[in-house]
């Protein structure tokens, strides 16, 4: 039997009309965890929540947090916007590392939306990529989304938003 994989958009009851992604628990004050928030994507999608969606209470991580570079202006322009902003340092593909910081969230402020932008580039044609390579790009991708999805899957989150490429 031949299968062939399939995208489709699904209605998502509540979710706004332009993009279909729900992020239902902002209303009550619920936080938006965001990794890879130092990268490119993570600071582009950190200010859309927060302007677009009126997300008020950000979790961004990266593997170095607060002290990565663009941080504290990333802190201070989403602040100037209405956001609180709590940094994490995290390696979101190390299983107690993910766990520790997911135990972490304030209960006043519960995890309500996923967006998972973190990711390491390693541009290259296929024939060229060994192994090491392979893994070392997937290993922040693939297992930290295995690995949020697994941790995650209980919370009633509201959107679990992978962006990848390859």
Known sequence: ???????????????????????GGVGAGGTVLVTGATGTLGALVARHLVVEHGVRHLLLVSRRGAEAEG????????????????????????????ASLLVSIP????????????????????????????????RPKVDAALLLDELTRDAGLSAFVLFSGA
Do not use: M, Q
Not at 72 to 95: F, I, K, P
């Open 71 to 98: 941080a504290a202006g990333l802190s201070a322009e989403l602040a100037e916007l209405g956001a609180e902003v709590t940094w994490a340092a995290c390696d979101v593909a190390d299983r107690e590392a993910l």
């Open 107 to 138: 209960a006043e402020h519960p995890l309500c939306a996923v967006v998972h932008a973190a990711g390491v580039l390693d541009d290259g044609v296929l024939s060229s990529l060994t192994p090491e390579r392979v893994d070392a790009v997937l």
């Open 1 to 23: 039997v031949v299968l062939v994989p399939r995208l489709v958009r699904v209605p998502v009851a509540g979710a706004d009309a332009g993009t279909g992604v729900s992020f």
